[in-house]
């Protein structure tokens, strides 16, 4: 059965701290990884890695993807109160032809203290 | 960038009514559409694929006589919660993707809707 873990499922942290999110996953015929944002509402997309070694940044975010291991990091350096949030694991796999099977894992709900 | 709107937002009604939620797609033809639905501090759980002008995909354990879907065009797909319970009560989250951008990455949400049942 596939699946997507996350770790840790929560974190709190200070500002100004920088934290690592984990993200293993098991499933059949992988395709890419995605990193969401979800605050009040629906997710927002972060960063799609479909390839091992190479490092994604947007700002004070960065990930990479190790699919030898199976896993990915999501950082985030200087955190800020508005960081806080989920982040939602997904990866896509399966031969649905060009769409694919998205596997979400449980989310690690970030909190930032001022 | 594309943009995936779903309406209502909110919406509050009373035990054995129906509720449809619209998903549409603004600026970009979709075939396929994602149902995903979300319980307090949980993840999304993908209850079905629609899919335009045939039936929908369920995942196991969804009742589709529970939740109807249909996608009737390539910008439009709507579900529709019959018979509501309590238990219906949730966050549901739909999701299209699209095709002009290529890889399989770009999967563009709506707002979501919170569906209350009294």
């Known amino acids: 059965e596939d699946k997507v873990v996350q770790s840790p499922l929560s974190l709190v942290v200070h500002e100004g701290d920088t934290v690592t999110l984990n993200c293993s996953y098991e499933?059949?015929?992988?395709?890419?990884l995605l990193w969401y944002k979800q605050e009040k509402k629906a997710p927002t997309f972060l960063f799609m890695l479909?390839?091992?070694?190479i490092e994604k940044k947007s700002g004070r975010l960065s990930s990479i993807l190790d699919k030898k291991e199976l896993f990915s990091i999501l950082n985030i350096t200087a955190t800020q109160t508005g960081d806080s949030a989920i982040y939602l694991c997904?990866?896509?796999?399966?031969?649905?032809?060009?769409?694919?099977?998205?596997?979400f894992g449980k989310g690690t709900k970030l909190s930032v203290k001022p | 960038g594309a943009v995936v709107s779903q309406h209502p937002s909110r919406v509050i009604c009373k035990s054995g009514t129906s509720v449809k939620i619209e998903c549409r797609s603004l600026d970009f033809q979709a075939t396929t559409m994602f149902w995903y639905r979300q319980f307090p501090k949980q993840s999304l759980m993908l209850m079905a694929t629609s899919n335009e002008g045939s039936k929908a995909t369920y995942e196991q354990g969804v009742e589709k006589d529970k939740f109807l879907i249909n996608h009737a065009s390539l910008t439009l797909s709507t579900l529709t919660v019959t018979s509501a319970h309590p238990e219906d009560s949730s966050f549901y989250i739909c999701?299209?993707?699209?095709?002009?951008?290529?890889?399989?990455?770009?999967?563009?949400f709506g707002e979501g809707s919170r569906l209350t049942v009294l």
């Open positions: 499933v059949t015929n992988f395709r890419s």
């Open positions: 997904a990866v896509v796999a399966g031969y649905g032809g060009s769409q694919g099977n998205l596997i």
């Open positions: 999701s299209a993707r699209d095709y002009t951008s290529g890889g399989s990455g770009e999967l563009f």
């Open positions: 479909t390839s091992s070694g």
